[in-house]
């Protein structure tokens, strides 16, 4: 099993350029997650998903997008790149939720200049 | 509305020293779920432990062992002996019944000094 993979790994943008994060797990699992980690802030939840075709905001939603047609993916969306989305991406997923551990993915460094 | 204190930001310690690393949680729920993960220079994230809020059992897993006290909302988490590979940033977090989300608390970044 490769568990969690994101990519790419890294990435710089210039201020309006959209992109996509790729995020997909073999686990089967339903519950998926995306957090942007700043310098000393620890982790923010952007948007999570409990299963295909459902999809919530999280603490700092303003800014992304995210979609999940299938189990297995979810990417998340950056349609007008801006500075402050200069961050580290990580991608979660989890077999049961709120009480589960979850498994996270390598992580994307993006950087909007 | 939930949240996590680590107010331990930064902490050294010489190999060998026990090191305990405090979490402060706040819940209006009575059943909730709390964790900590490890994220080492690497990067990755790695999960350690999870207890639910009808568990204040303490866990030891070898050099590490988890402090659970309901009475004071807190999840303290002891490194005995310490080693060089402990040094990571760990993150405690919170989850409740109620709600799918996971709030993380910002880290504490621990150096163990040969």
């Known amino acids: 099993n490769a568990g ?3 990519t790419p790994k890294f990435r710089i943008l210039k201020i309006g350029q959209s992109m996509t994060l790729q995020c997909a797990q ?4 339903n519950y998926m997650y995306w957090y942007r980690q700043d310098p000393g802030m620890g982790l923010k939840l952007i948007y999570y998903s409990v299963g295909a075709g459902i999809t919530d905001k999280g603490e700092v939603p303003n800014g992304y997008n995210v979609s999940r047609s299938t189990t297995e993916d979810f990417p998340l969306r950056l349609e007008l790149a801006a500075p402050s989305q200069t961050s580290v991406y990580f991608c979660a997923s989890s077999p049961s939720g709120r009480a589960g551990e979850q498994f996270f993915g390598p992580g994307t460094r993006l950087t909007v200049l | 509305a939930q949240k996590v204190t680590q107010a ?3 902490i050294s310690v010489v190999e060998k020293e026990d090191v305990t690393l405090d979490c402060v949680y706040e819940t209006r729920d009575t059943t909730y779920y709390l964790f900590w993960y490890k994220q080492p220079p690497s990067g990755e994230l790695v999960f350690l432990i999870r207890r639910n809020s009808f568990d ?3 866990e030891i897993s070898g050099r590490y062992s988890w402090n659970f006290q ?3 909302s807190s999840f303290n988490f002891t490194i005995t002996a310490s080693q060089v590979v ?3 940033v760990y993150f405690c977090a919170l989850s409740e019944a109620g709600d799918d989300k996971i709030i993380f608390g910002k880290g504490t970044r621990l150096h163990i000094l040969p």
Request: no cysteine; net charge negative; proline share 0%.
């Open chain 2, 56 to 58: 204040e059992q303490n």
């Open chain 2, 86 to 88: 402990d040094s990571a």
């Open chain 2, 70 to 72: 309901k009475s004071t």
């Open chain 2, 8 to 10: 331990q930001t930064e």
């Open chain 1, 4 to 6: 969690v993979t994101q």
């Open chain 1, 26 to 29: 073999d686990m089967n699992h």
